[in-house]
């Protein structure tokens, strides 16, 4: 009788444990996303979660394509607000952005100020091939209603966005980007920032998910962990 005594109390404390399991989150929780939201936002966001919760990890995929999340069994991905698809729940991380066109001014030492979208026709522009179409980026900008779409042209093309902005800083061109990922270097002095008035504030980072998927423990608190609060958002 004692040792089936001792075996209720193991019984007992391996379902005290299996409790103590359900009520600590855990799992895998995959992400795609580029580089710099991943390092500016996800990153220090998330790293308190992840002292707080040690049995979840988390998987980051940098991509810049449309990755198909359902497919690619991905929990959600991170976009810009304007290009995510109607089917997905869309939680916004960061504040509205603007867009940026800057140049160094060495480059401004030797070309002229763009007063127009148009005037950059005649300009050096650093190109963005674009992964879903795998055509170039084409600048579009927007003054009091009016639109203006311009094909730019220049001696470089590149399919991510932190090497636009080394080439903008040496000189090497004008560069098009969502101005979070240029301030520091438009404050300091070292870009030059032009066509500001053509540049409207548009639906800033969101992180997007199937709607028909209940979220996981582990999924819900990376969702609290990220949620963007405006009224904790100081305008810079």
């Not at 049995?55 to 690619?72: H, M, Q, S, T």
């Not at 509205?96 to 522009?125: E, I, N, W």
Request: with cysteine; charged share 25%; hydrophobic share 40%.
């Amino acid at each position: 009788m004692h040792a089936i005594g001792h075996r209720f109390d193991e019984i007992e404390a391996e379902l005290d444990a299996l409790t103590d399991l359900r009520d600590k989150p855990a799992g895998t929780v995959r992400i795609t996303c580029g580089d710099f939201v991943l390092e500016s936002v996800l990153l220090p966001k998330l790293a308190p979660l992840l002292r707080a919760y040690p049995d979840i990890k988390l998987e980051f995929d940098v991509n810049y394509g449309f990755r198909d999340i359902v497919a690619d069994r991905f929990d959600a991905g991170v976009r810009l607000g304007s290009t995510i698809d109607k089917d997905m729940i869309a939680q916004p991380i960061g504040p509205p952005l603007r867009m940026a066109v800057v140049g160094s001014p060495d480059y401004f030492g030797r070309h002229p100020v763009p007063k127009t979208p148009q005037d950059l026709t005649t300009h050096l522009c650093i190109n963005q091939r674009m992964p879903s179409s795998g055509g170039l980026y084409v600048w579009d900008f927007e003054r009091r209603g009016r639109k203006a779409n311009v094909r730019v042209d220049g001696p470089l093309i590149f399919n991510t966005t932190s090497p636009q902005v080394d080439a903008a800083l040496a000189g090497l061109g004008l560069a098009l980007l969502p101005e979070d990922e240029l301030i520091v270097h438009i404050q300091s002095g070292k870009l030059v920032r032009v066509l500001a008035d053509w540049c409207p504030k548009f639906a800033g980072y969101h992180l997007y998910y199937p709607s028909r998927r209940q979220p996981s423990p582990a999924f819900s608190l990376v969702l609290q962990a990220l949620r963007f609060d405006p009224s904790h958002h100081a305008i810079a």
